[in-house]
């Protein structure tokens, strides 16, 4: 297969399914714009704020995607690439598309709030308490790693640093003119379009103008600005960031499409599917907890949850961003796979090893996207830079959520005085900057990185459970939920079973250790599920 033809039935399978689908399965969450939108029901200027579908759609992909469809696909191919495109694209619309829409569905319908607050109305406090605890860990450590990752980047790439802080004071310009521009269309427009043209100057720009720190001022400054990005309203920083971001993407993703029709190069790596890797282990589970934002994610449903659903205008923009939103991150996860599979397996290998996922993805795409004229250097330095944005965009996104869960866990406090402390903003968030110090200090990330994967996708099956119960609850057949939700608690859990089998033969005990505490979290979850179900036949419970 070419990669042109690999690009094009892809494109149509994946617009077929929102078409369609989308269509169904957003009939089947019961969405309605009779009643307004928890951004207008709680406007606060801060957290919940209505806005454009456009602008949403830009935070909201540009949180969701990161790294993760570019590294986890890349990483992926090592079973082969047909099984990695296939997941993508059928992991995408029957898995990832359904957990997106479905948590920011199940969040519309319950004032805005997150899954871990779904959890309580559905499932009870025990739940909320368990699931709110392990999502913040697990923030907590993707703040870490990212704030890591970003400093190592800037400090090798040191223009890629100073366009990334040029994009943040650009952000903010953006922010506060368009609160002057308000609802007139075509004024947005073309604040829009100076906007983008800007943000690219400003790539080349950044390039010619490094910024060259050492690696603790790197850290400070990064967390610095997350602090910052989690307090202030998402209007003025967060929102416009991400939007202007999106489009760096979306550059990206064309410039992509183009290079690969034009230089049109020859799949030189073969059909063989490999069962398993002396690396990764065995094709099942690993490759479903790999790939992950590709296909599914549970980071998603915090996203979704957590700050999109308190910036939607109305409840029927949740199709194109939910659901549409994951399959252009699918798209992008196939661009990824399309990046390595020019080469033969062996280079592939070698270079993952050597370099790494990201420089494996910007030195492919960026050879191809050369081919337009752009130089070679420069094109691979786009790449680069389009990922690292998109990584700083998970990490400030990711503070605002670990602030909100924080909020969330001690919201309920009989106390009035103490609620108040506890749910302060800056409170939270200065909580969460000092673990992920703490954290970076001691450098423990770096032993926990490799099961990030299967937490990420423990996430995602809690997700799933959570919106099954309530659609249970709404005598809704929840198939396309369900099925869903068991795939991934037998992906998550045998993932987590062999990982802690591996780690405690290996006698690396602390990972065993949290392994299967992960495991036992899932279980006890899903124990309280049943039995929340079984009393609701009962005494049925409020619906959402």
């Known amino acids: ?49 209505p806005s454009k579908p456009i602008v949403v759609l830009g935070h909201h992909f540009a949180s969701i995607a990161g790294a993760g469809p570019i590294v986890g696909p890349i990483i992926a191919v090592t079973f082969g690439w047909i099984p990695a495109v296939i997941w993508i ?8 598309a ?57 400090i090798s790439n040191p223009g890629v640093a100073s366009a990334s802080i040029s994009f943040i004071f650009l952000a903010m310009a953006f922010g506060a003119v368009s609160k002057l521009v308000g609802n007139r269309k075509l004024a947005f427009i073309l604040l829009s379009a100076v906007g983008v043209i800007l943000m690219y100057l400003f790539v080349f720009v950044g390039i010619q103008f490094p910024i060259v720190l050492d690696y603790k001022i790197w850290i400070l400054a990064l967390l610095g600005y997350a602090f910052i990005a989690s307090v202030t309203p998402v209007s003025l920083l967060l929102q416009p960031r991400d939007y ?7 550059g990206m993703i064309l410039a992509a499409v183009l290079g690969i029709f034009v230089a049109n190069p020859e799949v030189k790596m073969s059909n063989e599917i490999i069962a398993s890797s002396e690396s990764l282990g065995y094709i099942f589970p690993v490759l479903f907890i790999t790939i992950a934002c590709g296909a599914i994610s549970g980071f998603h449903s915090l996203v979704a949850s957590g700050t999109t659903s308190k910036q939607l205008d109305k409840a029927s923009d949740a199709k194109i961003v939910g659901f549409g939103g994951m399959l252009i991150e ?20 070698n270079k993952l090893t050597g370099d790494g996922p990201v420089a494996l993805f ?34 400030d996104t990711c503070t605002r959520l670990a602030r909100f869960t924080l909020q969330e866990y001690f919201e309920d406090l009989p106390q009035p005085a103490a609620k108040k402390i506890a749910t302060n903003r800056y409170l ?33 099956a809690l997700a799933l459970l959570t919106i099954a119960v309530w659609m249970i609850r709404e005598k809704v057949n929840a198939w396309f939920v369900t099925i869903p939700m068991f795939f991934m608690f037998t992906v998550t859990l045998a993932s987590l ?27 006890s979850l899903m124990v309280l599920a049943t039995k929340s179900l079984k009393n609701e036949v009962k005494e049925p419970a409020k619906a959402l």
């Open 1 to 49: 297969m070419s990669l042109p033809l690999l690009l094009i039935s892809s494109g149509i399978i994946l617009f077929l399914a929102y078409k369609f689908y989308g269509n169904y399965v957003y009939k089947k969450f019961g969405l309605s714009d009779d009643k307004p939108a928890p951004s207008h029901e709680f406007n606060d200027g801060v957290d919940y704020e």
């Open 89 to 96: 694209l059928v992991g995408g619309i029957f898995f990832g």
């Open 98 to 154: 359904v957990h997106d829409l479905g948590s920011m569905a199940a969040s519309l319908k319950t004032d805005g709030k997150s899954i871990g607050v779904i959890i309580r109305k559905q499932i009870g406090p025990k739940g909320k308490q368990l699931f709110i605890l392990f999502s913040f860990s697990t923030l907590i450590l993707v703040i870490g790693v990212f704030a890591d990752i970003i400093a190592k980047t800037f």
């Open 244 to 250: 202007l971001n999106s489009f760096l993407l979306y």
């Open 330 to 349: 699918s798209f992008l996860a196939i661009i990824s796979v399309c990046a390595v599979i020019v080469l033969e397996r062996g280079d592939y290998l």
């Open 362 to 395: 910007s030195s492919g795409l960026g050879g191809m996207i050369s081919s337009l004229g752009i130089p070679e250097d420069f094109a691979i330095a786009f790449v680069a830079l389009t990922v690292s944005a998109f990584a700083l965009t998970t990490l």
């Open 428 to 460: 939270s968030t200065s909580i969460v900057v000092g673990l992920s110090i703490l954290l970076l200090v001691s450098g423990e990330f770096t032993t926990l990185w490799p099961i990030f994967g299967s937490a990420n996708q423990l996430l995602a």
């Open 497 to 523: 079973g062999l990982f802690a089998w591996r780690n405690f033969q290996d006698e690396v005990y602390v990972l065993s250790a949290i392994a299967a505490a992960l495991f036992i979290l899932a279980i």
